[in-house]
C-alpha cells in the first residue's frame, strides 16, 4: 500500500522583511521508486510554486541538491523516500549562507575555497601542445581520479563539527583537494607550499578526526585516511620548518 | 540602473565558456563568466565516457590520426557537418586532451603489457606497446574505426570541468553564479552584450560588451524525458532567435541516445558499449548483429537507437510498469571493470534502480540527448547575422555534427571550439571592427523591455483551478515533442506538433503566476522561459516538418530517403519581431568545396538521392590526388581543403604521435 508522506520544510525568505524562518508541512501520495526530486517538484508544480531548491543534474552527480534529510546532510536527488519514514523534514545545509528555502550559496564558498588553497596544477611553462604528452604511471593517474571526484556538494561541512564553529576552516573538501594536488606529479609544489596553505587550524590543525565527513560524502571518497595521511605529512613538515628555523 | 563594461562577456560556465573565456583572459581582455549554476555544475559535468582525440596510443588506437578522425565524423554526420570544421576540430582534439592533461584531467593512461578486453562478446587479449606506457589511453565508440575516445573512467565531464574551473580560478576570472542573461542588447547589427538578470535578488542590468558569447548548452528539456540536466532549457539559442536577426541552424537535428535508463531518463555512458557491452531483449536475445552484423551495438547513435524502437514495435521490447524498455548487459564485463572504469554507472544503478550492474541487466530505452541544432556561426564562431555575437558548443551551430554527432566529439568540440574562438573572440575585439561605440540609452531600452515583460506576468491573476498554469502548459509542449518530434517522425505528426505549439506559445503568452515577487522565485522564472522554449520547440517542429528527407538523427517514416539533391542545406531558423511562428530558410552545403563528397555510411541499406555535383567532385578530387602524388601531406592536404590557413596561428603545428618518434621522423 502506498504512504501518505508528511514533507516538513524549512521556508524562509532572507530578503523578504517579513519573512519568518519556519517549518512548513506537505502532504503527497509516496509512488514506486519516488526520489526526492520527484517529490519536491510535485510539490512545487502542486503546493507551493515559490519553494525554492536546486536540483542541476538529478542523477548525483553534480552536487547541487545537498540538504538536511531527516537530520543527516546528502543529496537530495538520489535519495529514494523509500528508505524514509513517512513523516521527515528538510533543512538547508548549515554553514553556507541561505539563498532561500532549501536553496544556499555553495559557489561563492567553493570559489573562495579555490582562490584560498590554489586548488589547481602549478606549472613551471606551459605545456607544448604539439609534442607528446608528459607520461604518468596508470596506477597515480586511476589514484589521482579517486581523489579528483569530489562534487563540491558541501555535505561534509555540513557534517563538520568544526566548520560550524570555525569559520574559514576548509574541511574535508578543502583537505582532500590538497591531497590530491599533492599527489598529482604534475603539480611543482612541495610539502612546504602545502603547509603554508593547510599547516594551521583552518586546515588541517583545526580538523578533530571525528569522521562526520567520511561517513557522509556521497561520493565515498577515502577522506578519512587522506585526512590522516595529510595531518602526519604536515606535522612533519611543520617538525622540519622547527627545526630548521 | 546598473551598466558593466566589459571588453568579452561569456554567457555560459560549462566547459565551452570557460575555455574561451581562459583563451580571452589569456589575451589580456577583461573577461566576465555568466552561469545559472555555480560553474562547476554546469551540465558538463555529467558527460561520463569521454573525449575523443586521434592520439593513437593504445593498441587498438594504433594508426589513427587526424584524416581517420576526419573521416569518422564526416560520415558519422551524414555528411551535414561543415568539412572546414571538422578538418579544424579533428586537428586540434589531440592538443585539447594534452592541455587538459597538463592542467590537472588524470586521463587513464597505457599500461604496458597483456590485457582482457571484451570485443564483440567475446574475451579477447591485447598487449600493449612499451613505448605507449604512461601516455593517456582510449576507449571504443561507435561510429569510429579506432579506439579514440580518451577517459578518465565514466567521470570525464567531470574531471575536465573541474580542471577548467579551476583554470579559470587560476587566470582570475570572474563568475558570477545565479545569473541568467535574458536578452541580447543590439541595434540590428551589432550585438552590445546582454541584459542579466540575479535570480537571488531579481535585479535586472545591463552589461555591454565588445564581444558577447553564447555558451548556454543544449535545450533538451523541451522533450519531457530528457538526459539533459534541469537547466538545459536552451535560453541561450531563445535569446539570440528573439533579436529577430542572429540565426538558429539545424534545430530539427536533435539525438537520442540508445542508452537511458528507464523510468529516470537518467544517462548511461555509450562507454559501457564501447567497453563490451550488449543489448538484449525480452527473450535476452543479443538483437543488434541481426541488424547491423558488422558493427551491431556500436553503430552510429542515431542508427542503434532507431534498431532498439523498431525491435520494440515488434513486439521484442520488455513491457513494465515504469514503460516499455531493453536490456543493457555490461554484467559481461565483470564486476572488476565496472568498479574501475563505469563506476559512475554502477552508482546510477545502485541509487536509481536498486540493482547491481555487474549482476543485474540495466532497463534502458532511446531518449533525447543532444542538441546539433543551435546558433549558427562560421568558422570562427561567429554569427553571420548579428556581428559581435560568437557561440560555442553545444549551444551552438558551428558545424561539427550536422545531423548526427559521434560519442565522444561533444566533449571534444567544447574545448577544440573553446580554443579557437577564444582567440577569435581576442582578434575581433583587437581589431577595427570589433572598436564599439557603447550605447547606454540602447541598454537601457532593453533592461525596460524586460522589465515590462516580468512585471506583466506578475501582474496578471494567478491562474484558476483547472486553468492554464506554467505546469500545466510546460507538460503540454513536453509531451508534443516526445510524441511528435522524437525518434521517428512524419508529416501527419509533425503538423499536429506545430499546430499545438502554436497554440500553447500564444497561451503561454498570457499564464498568470500565483507568487509574485521578483526576487528567488522559481516559478516566475518558469513563466518567464516557457514562451521561450516554445519557440525553441517551434524551430525544431517546424523545421523536422519541412526537411523531407532522411538524414542522421533524423528520420522521417514517409521520406525514408537521404535526399542529397534536394537537401543536401542546413536549415536556418529565425524569428521576426512579433511574428507568431519562426521563419525557415536554408543554406547550401557545398559538395564543390567538400574533401569527402557524400557517401554510404554502411548502416542497413543503401537509399540516397545522388546530388548531381557529387560524382564531379569525386572525379576532381581524384585528378588532385593524382597530381599532387608525391608531393607530401601538406600541399595536397591544402589542395583538398585548405583548412590550416584558417586557424590561429599557433595552433597549426603538427601533432607528434609515438609512431612518429619511431619512425626517426625530427622531433
Ligand atoms: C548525461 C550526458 C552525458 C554525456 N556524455 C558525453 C561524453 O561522454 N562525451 C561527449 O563528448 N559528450 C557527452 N555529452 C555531451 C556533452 O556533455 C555536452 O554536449 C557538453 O558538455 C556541453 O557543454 P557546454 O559547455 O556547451 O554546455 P553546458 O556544460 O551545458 O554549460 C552551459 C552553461 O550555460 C549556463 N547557462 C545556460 N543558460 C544561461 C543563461 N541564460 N544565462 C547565463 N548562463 C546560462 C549554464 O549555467 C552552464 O554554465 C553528454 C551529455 C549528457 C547529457
Ligand atoms: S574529520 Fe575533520 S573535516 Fe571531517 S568532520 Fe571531523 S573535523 Fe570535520
Ligand atoms: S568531499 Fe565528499 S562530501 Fe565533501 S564536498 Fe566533496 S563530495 Fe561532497
Ligand atoms: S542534482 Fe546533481 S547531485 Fe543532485
Known sequence: MSRRLKISIFRHNPRDPRSVPRLVDYELDERPGMTLFIALNAIRDTQAPDLNFDFVCRAGVCGACAMVIDGRPGLACRTLTSTLPAAFSLYPLPVFRLVADLSVDTGSWMRELAERLQTWVHLDAEPDLDRLEARMEPALAEAVYELDRCIECGCCIAACATAQMREGFVGAVGLVKIARFRLDSADTRDDADFYELVGNDEGIFGCMSLLACNDLCPKELPLQTQLAWLRRKMAGQGVRWLRRG | ?667
Not at chain 2, 559501457?272 to 535476452?284: F, K
Open chain 2, 1 to 667: 540602473m546598473r551598466i558593466e563594461y566589459t571588453d568579452v562577456l561569456v554567457v555560459g560556465g560549462g566547459l565551452a565558456g570557460l575555455r574561451t573565456a581562459v583563451g580571452a583572459a589569456r589575451r589580456r581582455l577583461r573577461v566576465e563568466v555568466l552561469s545559472l549554476v555555480p560553474a562547476k555544475r554546469s551540465h558538463s559535468v555529467a558527460a561520463q565516457g569521454g573525449m575523443q582525440a586521434s592520439l593513437g596510443n593504445a593498441f587498438k588506437g594504433m594508426g589513427d590520426n587526424e584524416d581517420v578522425h576526419f573521416g569518422d565524423t564526416v560520415r558519422g554526420s551524414d555528411w551535414g557537418c561543415d568539412q572546414l570544421v571538422a578538418r579544424m576540430f579533428a586537428h586540434m582534439a589531440p592538443k585539447a586532451v594534452r592541455e587538459l592533461a597538463a592542467w590537472g584531467v588524470p586521463w587513464n593512461r597505457v599500461q604496458r603489457g597483456a590485457h582482457e578486453v571484451v570485443i564483440n562478446g567475446e574475451r579477447v587479449t591485447l598487449t600493449e606497446r612499451d613505448e605507449a606506457h604512461g601516455l593517456i589511453t582510449a576507449r571504443d565508440f561507435g561510429g569510429t574505426r579506432k579506439w579514440r575516445t580518451c577517459y578518465t573512467a565514466d567521470g570525464t565531464g567531470h574531471t575536465m570541468l573541474y580542471a577548467l574551473g579551476d583554470r579559470a580560478v587560476a587566470e582570475g576570472i570572474p563568475v558570477r553564479d545565479r545569473s541568467e542573461a535574458v536578452a541580447l542588447i543590439h541595434d540590428g547589427g551589432r550585438c552590445q552584450g546582454a541584459v542579466v538578470r540575479d535570480l537571488e535578488t531579481g535585479e535586472l542590468y545591463a552589461i555591454l560588451a565588445a564581444a558577447t558569447v553564447i555558451a548556454t548548452g543544449g535545450f533538451g528539456r523541451i522533450w519531457g524525458i530528457s538526459t539533459n540536466a534541469i537547466i538545459n532549457e536552451g535560453m541561450g539559442a531563445a535569446i539570440a532567435l528573439e533579436t529577430g536577426v542572429a540565426r538558429l541552424g539545424n534545430m530539427e537535428a536533435v539525438q537520442f541516445h540508445p542508452t537511458a535508463i528507464v523510468p529516470a531518463g537518467i544517462l548511461v555512458t555509450e562507454g559501457c558499449r564501447g567497453d563490451g557491452g550488449l543489448l538484449r531483449d525480452v527473450d535476452g536475445h543479443r538483437f543488434m548483429p541481426d541488424y547491423e552484423p558488422e558493427k551491431a551495438e556500436l553503430a552510429s547513435r542515431d542508427v542503434v537507437s532507431r534498431r532498439m524502437a523498431e525491435h520494440m514495435r515488434r513486439g521484442k521490447g520488455v513491457k513494465s510498469a515504469a514503460g516499455e524498455h531493453l536490456w543493457l548487459d555490461i554484467a559481461v564485463l565483470g564486476a572488476a571493470h565496472i568498479d574501475h572504469k563505469l563506476r559512475e554507472v554502477k552508482d546510477i544503478c545502485r541509487h536509481f534502480l536498486g540493482i547491481d550492474p555487474a549482476r543485474d541487466w540495466i532497463p534502458v530505452r532511446p531518449t533525447q540527448h543532444y542538441s546539433m541544432g543551435g546558433i549558427r556561426t562560421d568558422h570562427r564562431g561567429e554569427s553571420p547575422a548579428l556581428r559581435g555575437l560568437f557561440a560555442v558548443g553545444e549551444a551552438a551551430c558551428w558545424d561539427l555534427h550536422g545531423f548526427n554527432r559521434l560519442g565522444g566529439n561533444s566533449l571534444a568540440e567544447t574545448v577544440v571550439a573553446g580554443m579557437l574562438v577564444g582567440e577569435h573572440v581576442a582578434d575581433f575585439v583587437e581589431s577595427h571592427a570589433g572598436a564599439l561605440q557603447f550605447s547606454p540609452g540602447l541598454a537601457r531600452d532593453f533592461v525596460g523591455r524586460e522589465r515590462a515583460a516580468l512585471e506583466a506576468i506578475t501582474a496578471r491573476p494567478a491562474p484558476a483551478p483547472g486553468a492554464d498554469n506554467v505546469a500545466s502548459l510546460r507538460r503540454g509542449m513536453e509531451a508534443t515533442m516526445t510524441e511528435h518530434v522524437g525518434l521517428f517522425r512524419n508529416e501527419a505528426g509533425l503538423r499536429t506538433a506545430v499546430a499545438t505549439l502554436v497554440d500553447l506559445h500564444a497561451r503561454a503568452q498570457r499564464v498568470g503566476i500565483a507568487s509574485r515577487h521578483l526576487d528567488a522565485n522559481p516559478e516566475l522564472v518558469a513563466a518567464y522561459r516557457l514562451p521561450r522554449m516554445l519557440a525553441l520547440a517551434l524551430c525544431a517542429a517546424q523545421g523536422a516538418l519541412e526537411r523531407r528527407e532522411s538524414r542522421g538523427a533524423h528520420a522521417r517514416e514517409d521520406y525514408p530517403a537521404r535526399n542529397d539533391r534536394d537537401w543536401l542545406r542546413r536549415t536556418l531558423a529565425w524569428w521576426p519581431v512579433g511574428a507568431a511562428t519562426p521563419v525557415l530558410e536554408y543554406e547550401p552545403i557545398r559538395v564543390e568545396s567538400m574533401e569527402l563528397p557524400p557517401g554510404f555510411r554502411g548502416y542497413g541499406t543503401r537509399n540516397i538521392v545522388e546530388h548531381p555535383a557529387t560524382a564531379l567532385r569525386e572525379a576532381e578530387l581524384e585528378s588532385i590526388r593524382a597530381r599532387l602524388e608525391g608531393a607530401g601531406g601538406a600541399p595536397l592536404q591544402a589542395a583538398l581543403l585548405d583548412f590550416r590557413a584558417r586557424l590561429p596561428e599557433r595552433y597549426r603545428g603538427d601533432n607528434e604521435r609515438i609512431a612518429d618518434i619511431e619512425e626517426g621522423a625530427p622531433r
